[in-house]
Nanobody, 115 residues
Framework: QVQLVESGGGLVQAGESLRLSCAFS????????MGWYRQAPGKQRVMVAQ???????LYGDSVKGRFTISRDSAKSVLYLQMNRLKLEDTAVYYC?????????WGQGTQVTVSS
């Protein structure tokens, strides 16, 4: 069983930066993929960034060049550094791990970007 707990969301102004954290625990197996997803009001959840155990990364087109996903394995924390935030980045952000055909999700953290 995997548990994910997110933190770091909040209200920021456009152009500012924010870093989200996701503390993970439980059994993490080889071959897993960890990532960040977001869901804006009235829209479906979309992938923001993914990272593999080998540190290969993948970003959604809308955040590429602005967001960076990283992991501190020693502290069991997944990060999402968000720079140059835009109004359209407003969403609930979710931490995710996919392994053995199962998705595990964090509780979500709200990020609101104001003008």
């Amino acid at each position: 069983q995997v548990q994910l707990v997110e933190s770091g969301g909040g209200l920021v102004q456009a152009g500012e930066s924010l870093r989200l954290s996701c503390a993970f625990s439980g059994s993490i197996f080889r071959g897993h993929i960890m990532g960040w997803y977001r869901q804006a009001p009235g829209k479906q959840r979309v992938m923001v960034a993914q990272i593999t155990p080998g540190d290969n990364t993948l970003y959604g087109d809308s955040v590429k060049g602005r967001f960076t996903i990283s992991r501190d394995s020693a502290k069991s924390v997944l990060y999402l550094q968000m720079n140059r935030l835009k109004l359209e980045d407003t969403a609930v952000y979710y931490c995710n791990i996919y392994q053995r055909g199962v998705d595990s999700w964090g509780q979500g953290t709200q990020v609101t970007v104001s003008s």
